[in-house]
């Protein structure tokens, strides 16, 4: 391998180019992705070092997959690489909702993928289970991190706690009852999971309404609307539709609600970054210089927050107390993509009529399983492959 610049700075950009192409799924799967090529194929970083990264993300706002991009690029190449690999991985995802923006706003309609989306889902999930069972093998060290891991899985799945929130519960109590040894404090543990309030879930409704493009809004206004969600963006795709609802719809009324319905659909079907809603929701508002300050505004900070992250990671490992809190904030960060992975498997597999169970996009899955573990085929092929297979499906009218 070419150790020069030059060539690191390539390395990076054509493949945080290429996951951007066919990053589809959400963070988990794009971080299972990411975790593919750069730990197990070019092993540019150790799994605990991915592990530490993955854990530290967590726990700042921000797209976690796309920060753990930026991550990798400033490991691999320093300043320059952390910008390289960011915008690569943006990049796909900003071009592609751009293009439905304009589709959106001169036609009126959203483009048909559905049957695409179909044969990718399942072989998505098939990568993540693949990154997933790595991961777990280094995080869960000892039966604590086990318990701890448990936990969280609870806290995400039974009581929706906040994403961020139960991270912190666990990487706290992690570095209580792992740095003291007692196991008393396994009380300590049950005691505060008890304690724990529910976060409500935001769901928007649907409202018939035109396309139409708002042309007074300042550019500075809308650019610093987006920064500020970039900056205090924990929880995902969840809260950004608040923020969207709240503000944009409710509060300024740049968008309708349609609007906003049509936009979240185009951030789920689209690959790359959930976050590119930004770029289609301000090219509806603004044009092309709307979708272009809304699209910096939205990521900027992710780019600021790893730098100013990334060199602290390795003094957390220094100190016993931090080193604890890191490890538990690691196997609390994978608990939570193994509920991510059952809610999307369940979404995917399981049908509302008998037979229940979908037998194409099981065997989908299966398939693409034993691809990736067996034979290491690459993410790529096993998403071009379930593509495919959903086209074909869908002109036999199978779905």
Request: aromatic share 10%.
């Amino acid at each position: 391998m070419n150790n020069s610049a030059p060539s690191r700075l390539g390395e990076l950009a054509k493949l945080f180019f290429k996951l951007g192409v066919i990053g589809f799924g959400g963070p988990v799967a794009h971080i299972a992705m990411i975790e593919d090529e750069v730990v197990k194929r070019r092993q540019w970083l150790t799994r605990e070092h991915f592990l530490d990264l993955l854990g530290a993300t967590n726990l700042i706002p921000g797209p976690n997959s796309t920060e753990m991009a930026i991550h990798v690029g400033y490991v691999y190449a320093g300043w320059l690489g952390l910008i390289v690999s960011g915008v690569c991985f943006i990049l796909p995802a900003v071009l592609i909702t751009g293009g439905f923006a304009w589709v959106y706003v001169t036609y009126g309609t959203l483009p048909q993928v559905a049957p695409l989306l179909y044969g990718i889902k399942p072989a998505v999930l098939a990568i993540i289970l693949n990154s997933l069972w790595g991961l777990a093998k280094k995080a869960v060290k000892t039966r604590q991190l086990l318990v701890i891991a448990l936990g969280v899985a609870l806290l995400a799945f039974l009581w929706k706690q906040q994403e961020v929130i139960a991270l912190l519960i666990g990487g706290l109590l992690g570095m209580i009852w792992l740095h003291s040894g007692d196991k008393d404090d396994k009380s300590k543990v049950n005691l505060a999971l008890a304690s724990l309030t529910t976060s409500a879930t935001f769901k928007a409704t649907a409202a018939s309404a035109v396309v139409t493009t708002t042309s007074t809004v300042p550019l500075w206004q809308l650019g610093g609307f987006f920064l500020k969600v970039g900056s205090v963006l924990f929880g995902g795709g969840y809260l950004l539709i608040a923020f969207l609802q709240g503000e944009l719809v409710q509060e300024y009324g740049w968008l309708t609600q349609q609007q906003l319905l049509d936009a979240i659909a185009i951030g789920q079907f689209t690959p790359g970054p959930v976050l590119s809603t930004a770029t289609f929701i301000g090219y509806i508002i603004a044009g092309v210089p709307g979708a272009i300050v809304s699209t910096i505004g939205i990521f900027l900070p992710s780019f600021l927050f790893v730098a100013a992250l990334n060199p602290l990671i390795p003094r957390l490992r220094s100190s016993s107390w931090t080193k604890a809190f890191l490890d538990a904030v690691n196997v609390s960060a994978v608990a939570l993509m193994v509920v991510t992975t059952l809610q999307l498997g369940y979404a995917t597999l399981i049908v509302q009529k008998a037979p229940y169970i979908d037998f194409l996009a099981v065997a989908i899955a299966i398939t693409s399983a034993v691809l990736a573990i067996s034979f290491r085929a690459n993410a790529a092929w096993l998403v071009l492959g379930g593509a495919l297979i959903g086209w074909s499906a869908s002109i036999v009218g199978y779905i």
